[in-house]
């Protein structure tokens, strides 16, 4: 029997009700804070996260699907291709393709799936999705205003607080200006000679080409190495501090609770100054429900204008996990509010059209066939969840009037055609 790929799953029902949930309620936020959808291929050129991402970043180095694609001809070189890793560098990408600096500040969301080749574990697929949003645009929009970063910051905070998430924690850093990192890198470079020995392999090789990324180190006995390092903040320049507490204050003032978290840097290279991460206890050790930052150098990097922009990326699948410990799938799933049972030959046509009328209403319609028996029927709509079976037979359909009974209180009542779908939906409602 052929299975799904290690790293991948199927999402069946009723589960997906609870996604379906989530992206519609996000999409509701987003419609309220004036962003737009924008789609973007699943796969890039190579060179895009080289570049954009970064070469020594986990993602680059280690975790990308990545193919070449070959000419017609054999000898033809061929282009290397990837499978997104994360959507920002695709959207930044479009930026500058699409010459959107023309609309001035863009504030764009994108939602679907990503794909790392990383070990499967709670949470975590290699296919994989993510709920995205950025705004991007010219300095003279507005887009490098920390007013930018701490909207991103309510806005994300209204997303969990709208489905339901309790208890979540927003976790605050700057990781300033790449002049602002020069020193610091210098200083980390320095402090880490005589400790990297003792530190695991990727942070001996970090420690060399990309000192930064020693923070982003999840091996728990290197972590006492980690906490005696200097700190990012130390090095910030005056600008970058302004900055970073113009921030914290808007925040403040609109009652969004955080915390500072001096080692938190992210895993890609393109962050500057203010970056950020929500977690949530019910994920375990590996916590983190979204996370993000500015990246205003990044469209320069790709060959684009100044654009300085901010974003964020929602594992979606761990916010799904998050959901679960307070809600199940079944609870948001809208069951049949009527299963109509056809009895004998030639009502399946009736029971259709019927079907047809009722949908009009927002009414959810499970429709049976006529071969089955009433006890039958009865069976099948008590399966599916519906709260009433409409029974449609020849004296039925003759007289207009049909026989509408409560699966749960057993209560039965003829009701005319005109009078089905008002009836159904007063019940519902009450």
Same mark, same amino acid.
């Given at each position: 029997?052929?299975?799904?790929?290690?790293?991948?799953?199927?999402?069946? &029902?009723?589960?997906?009700?609870?996604?379906?949930?989530?992206?519609?309620?996000?999409?509701?936020?987003?419609?309220?804070?004036?962003?737009?959808?924008? !789609?973007?291929? @699943?796969? %890039?050129?190579?060179?895009?996260?080289?570049?954009?991402?970064?070469?020594?970043?986990?993602?680059?180095?280690? %975790?990308?699907?990545?193919?070449?694609?070959?000419?017609?001809?054999?000898?033809?070189?061929?282009?290397?291709?990837?499978?997104?890793?994360?959507?920002?560098?695709?959207?930044?990408?479009?930026? @500058?393709?699409?010459?959107?600096?023309?609309?001035?500040?863009?504030?764009?969301?994108?939602?679907?799936?990503?794909?790392?080749?990383?070990?499967?574990?709670? /949470?975590?697929?290699?296919?994989?999705?993510?709920?995205?949003?950025?705004?991007?645009?010219?300095?003279?929009?507005?887009? %490098?205003? &920390?007013? !930018?970063? *701490?909207?991103?910051?309510?806005?994300? *905070?209204?997303?969990?607080?709208?489905?339901?998430?309790?208890?979540?924690? +927003? %976790?605050?850093?700057?990781?300033?200006?790449?002049?602002?990192?020069?020193?610091?890198?210098?200083?980390?470079?320095?402090?880490?000679? &005589?400790?990297?020995?003792?530190?695991?392999?990727?942070?001996?090789?970090?420690?060399?080409?990309?000192? +930064?990324?020693?923070?982003?180190?999840?091996?728990?006995?290197?972590? &006492?190495?980690?906490?005696?390092?200097?700190?990012?903040?130390?090095?910030?320049?005056?600008?970058?501090?302004?900055?970073?507490?113009?921030? $914290?204050?808007?925040?403040?003032?609109?009652?969004?609770?955080?915390?500072?978290?001096?080692?938190?840097?992210?895993?890609?290279?393109?962050? #500057?100054?203010?970056?950020?991460?929500?977690?949530? /206890?019910?994920?375990?050790?590996?916590?983190?429900?979204?996370?993000?930052?500015?990246?205003? /150098?990044?469209?320069?990097?790709?060959?684009?204008?100044?654009?300085?922009?901010?974003?964020?990326?929602?594992?979606?699948?761990?916010?799904?996990?998050? +959901? $679960?410990?307070?809600? #199940?799938?079944?609870?948001?799933?809208?069951?049949?509010?009527?299963?109509?049972?056809?009895?004998?030959?030639?009502?399946?046509?009736?029971? *259709?059209?019927?079907?047809?009328?009722?949908?009009?209403?927002?009414?959810?319609?499970?429709?049976?066939?006529?071969?089955?028996?009433?006890?039958?029927?009865?069976?099948?709509? #008590?399966?599916?969840? *519906?709260?009433?079976?409409?029974?449609? /037979?020849?004296?039925?359909?003759?007289?207009?009037?049909?026989?509408?009974?409560?699966?749960?209180?057993?209560?039965?009542?003829?009701?005319?055609?005109?009078?089905?779908?008002?009836?159904?939906?007063?019940?519902?409602?009450?």
């Amino acid at each position: 029997m052929i299975k799904a790929v290690r790293g991948t799953r199927d999402l069946l &029902p009723p589960d997906t009700a609870l996604w379906n949930f989530v992206e519609s309620a996000v999409r509701d936020v987003f419609r309220a804070y004036n962003f737009h959808e924008i !789609r973007t291929p @699943i796969f %890039e050129d190579t060179q895009l996260f080289s570049r954009g991402v970064g070469e020594e970043t986990d993602i680059v180095a280690k %975790e990308m699907f990545t193919w070449e694609d070959r000419g017609r001809a054999e000898s033809d070189k061929g282009q290397s291709l990837t499978l997104r890793p994360e959507a920002t560098a695709g959207i930044v990408r479009a930026y @500058i393709e699409h010459k959107l600096w023309d609309r001035g500040l863009n504030k764009l969301f994108c939602i679907g799936p990503m794909f790392r080749r990383e070990r499967p574990q709670k /949470g975590r697929y290699r296919q994989f999705y993510q709920i995205d949003a950025e705004i991007i645009g010219p300095s003279s929009a507005g887009s %490098e205003s &920390p007013a !930018r970063d *701490a909207e991103i910051l309510e806005m994300l *905070a209204t997303i969990l607080d709208r489905l339901g998430i309790k208890d979540w924690t +927003l %976790e605050l850093n700057s990781v300033g200006t790449p002049a602002d990192r020069v020193n610091f890198n210098e200083a980390l470079r320095k402090a880490l000679e &005589p400790l990297v020995e003792g530190m695991c392999e990727d942070c001996q090789r970090r420690a060399v080409t990309n000192p +930064l990324r020693v923070f982003d180190c999840k091996v728990p006995a290197d972590q &006492p190495i980690i906490e005696t390092l200097p700190r990012i903040s130390q090095f910030l320049g005056e600008d970058s501090r302004q900055h970073f507490d113009a921030v $914290q204050e808007i925040l403040t003032k609109t009652g969004v609770p955080f915390s500072l978290n001096s080692r938190l840097v992210r895993g890609l290279d393109y962050y #500057t100054r203010t970056a950020f991460e929500f977690t949530h /206890g019910a994920l375990g050790a590996q916590n983190a429900i979204l996370g993000g930052g500015r990246y205003d /150098g990044l469209s320069e990097a790709l060959g684009g204008p100044a654009a300085p922009g901010i974003g964020f990326a929602i594992g979606e699948d761990r916010l799904v996990m998050s +959901l $679960q410990e307070n809600a #199940t799938a079944e609870g948001i799933l809208r069951q049949p509010d009527a299963y109509i049972a056809p009895l004998g030959p030639g009502m399946n046509p009736e029971a *259709a059209r019927l079907a047809r009328e009722l949908r009009r209403h927002d009414l959810v319609i499970e429709l049976g066939d006529e071969t089955f028996r009433l006890k039958k029927s009865f069976e099948a709509a #008590t399966r599916a969840g *519906a709260k009433y079976i409409l029974i449609v /037979g020849e004296n039925e359909v003759k007289a207009e009037s049909f026989a509408l009974k409560n699966l749960a209180t057993g209560e039965q009542v003829s009701v005319p055609r005109s009078e089905l779908a008002k009836t159904i939906q007063a019940t519902l409602v009450s």
